[in-house]
């Protein structure tokens, strides 16, 4: 029902930025929850930001620790489409990014891989030092 699809990956230095999108067909954006999680190669995937829609165009923005202040998750319900903007980014950075949708109604379990229930394939971002 729910397809999401990622894109804007791609090899850049430390310091600088990338500008991931997720594009959704179906219902993605019915959905109460969006989010992004990253995998690094032997780690398990992890969370990285979400978005819980609380009304009519007004949502509320979570994110992983190692994450805050550098990256911004947002969405475009028009478009169909989430974004994650990463910026000052590090070698630590580097990761599958996939995005995902949920019924989450609880801010409190978002970064829960278990709450969502559509995945996308991942786009690969690489940070080199």
């Known amino acids: 029902q729910a397809q999401l699809v990622e894109s804007g990956g791609g090899l850049v230095q430390a310091g600088g930025s990338l500008r991931l999108s997720c594009a959704a067909s179906?219902?993605?954006?019915?959905?109460?929850?969006m989010g992004w999680f990253r995998q690094a190669p032997g780690k398990e995937r992890e969370f990285v930001a979400a978005?819980?829609?609380?009304?009519?165009?007004?949502?509320?923005?979570d994110y992983a620790d190692p994450v805050k202040g550098r990256f911004t998750i947002s969405g475009d319900a028009a478009k169909n489409t989430l974004y994650l903007q990463m910026n000052s980014l590090k070698a630590e950075d580097t990761a599958m990014y996939y995005c995902?949708?949920?019924?989450?109604?609880?801010?409190?379990?978002?970064?829960?891989?278990?709450?969502?229930?559509?995945w996308g394939q991942g786009t690969q971002g690489t940070v080199s030092s």
């Open positions: 978005l819980t829609w609380i009304a009519t165009y007004a949502y509320a923005q």
């Open positions: 179906g219902r993605t954006f019915s959905r109460p929850t």
């Open positions: 995902a949708a949920g019924t989450s109604l609880s801010r409190a379990t978002v970064s829960d891989r278990t709450v969502y229930n559509s």
